[in-house]
């Protein structure tokens, strides 16, 4: 299994980020998938989850109604839209997949600053 994230940078606040994840070594349209991140000095939380064929997401409070998590499963890549971002949204951001066990991106860095 890999996953393999691309897409952060930097932004100013309420500016735009789409992130994706390239995923490989397993058979993507089966497995539900999800995005986490972990800010300095912080624990790792999670962000969004969509099920194996996308008809269902979930979000975490902090980032419901500005974040959007989608897949293509043709591509074998889930995608999040992350809109009206925010300083506190600065964090490296990771994909996950749970495969008899999880599996984690290398993680792609989202700052959010003027």
């Known amino acids: 299994v890999q996953l393999v994230e691309s897409g952060g940078g930097l932004v100013q606040p309420g500016g735009s980020l789409r992130l994706s994840c390239a995923a490989s070594g397993f058979t993507f349209s089966s497995y539900a998938m999800r995005w986490y991140r972990q800010a300095p000095g912080k624990e790792r939380e999670f962000v969004a989850f969509i099920t194996s064929a996308g008809g269902s997401t979930n979000y975490a409070d902090s980032v419901k109604g500005r974040f959007t998590i989608s897949r293509d499963n043709a591509k074998n890549t889930v995608y999040l839209q992350m809109n009206s971002l925010k300083p506190e949204d600065t964090a490296v951001y990771y994909c996950?997949?749970?495969?008899?066990?999880?599996?984690w991106g290398q993680g792609t860095q989202v700052t959010v600053s003027s």
């Open positions: 996950n997949t749970r495969v008899l066990r999880d599996y």
